[in-house]
């Protein structure tokens, strides 16, 4: 059964690097069928796509976020990653990792709270 | 980049009643790539339609979707106590996904 779980630092200071992984259990990351993205949620608001990679490395980006974000792949230990540069307080949110397909994202992690604050 | 519109923000409705909610898309949207999700507090959403029409795995058959390029909906047709919640559509196009705003269906 596919799990994700975020992990990353809860509270990140202003104009610093936010930095993130998703760990993938219950199959592989190099999969050809599937996308792994990251999305947030601020505080009482909706959904925002961030950023996403296939099993070929190609990347994609919301383009409001493209200049600051970075994501990435490491097959050997089953996990992607995201970095987020130059963070304020706009970046607070709940950040959630998903495999998906381009018709939709069917596995999605817990979520993990990120604020940024000094 | 494609816009997503959903209205009403907030729809009030008992249960047993039936729920409409729309999706508007600033342009065309492919039926295939629009998908429709259900998020409860604190929790991660869930998937509920894919392909515009297509179940997800585990979903009732009172949620139903329908449209074609600019316009989609998705119904509820009885809201059980559990299907008070947020819902959001998506949608893929040009290498970029955006989803709408949110749809809240409370309790009246």
């Known amino acids: 059964q596919l799990q994700l779980q975020e992990s990353g630092p809860g509270l990140v200071k202003p104009s610093e690097t936010l930095s993130l992984t998703c760990t993938v259990s219950g199959g592989p990351i190099s999969s050809h069928t599937y996308y792994w993205g990251w999305i947030r949620q601020p505080p009482g608001k909706g959904l925002e796509w961030i950023a996403s990679?296939?099993?070929?490395?190609?990347?994609y980006y919301n383009p409001s976020l493209k200049s600051r974000v970075t994501i990435s792949v490491d097959r050997s230990k089953n996990h992607f990653s995201l970095n987020v540069t130059s963070v304020t307080a706009a970046d607070t949110a709940v950040y959630y990792c998903?495999?998906?397909?381009?018709?939709?994202?069917?596995?999605w992690g817990q979520g993990t709270m990120v604020s940024v604050s000094s | 980049e494609i816009v997503l519109t959903q209205s009403p923000d907030t729809l009030s409705l008992s249960p047993g009643e039936r729920a409409t909610l729309s999706c508007r898309a600033s342009q065309s949207v492919s039926s295939n790539y629009l998908a429709w999700y259900q998020q409860k507090p604190g929790q991660a959403p869930r998937l509920l339609l894919y392909?515009?029409?297509n179940r997800a795995t585990g979903i009732p058959d009172r949620f139903s979707g329908s449209g074609s390029g600019t316009d989609f909906t998705l119904t509820i047709s009885r809201l059980e106590p559990e299907d008070f919640a947020v819902y959001y559509c998506q949608q893929y196009g040009r290498s970029l996904w955006t989803f709408g705003q949110g749809t809240k269906v409370e309790i009246k």
């Open positions: 998903a495999r998906h397909m381009a018709a939709a994202m069917s596995g």
């Open positions: 392909g515009t029409s």
């Open positions: 990679i296939n099993y070929s490395g190609t990347t």
